[in-house]
């Protein structure tokens, strides 16, 4: 690729906001609270891949 060109690429972001979370936090015990985001963050992987293998099927036919 030429330095003129720029190489585009398809990119999933995620954004927790857990402010505001401190009472939250305090009733699950902070261990808990980091376990839930933690599962959370590794659903939303598996579904992205999921997204990102579907997406690369569809295009075969194309």
Known sequence: MSSDQLEVKDYFIIFFDVLG???KINELGQNNFLQIMYSTLLTS???FEFINNESQISFIGF
């Open 21 to 23: 979370y401190k009472q």
């Open 45 to 47: 992987m598996d579904v």
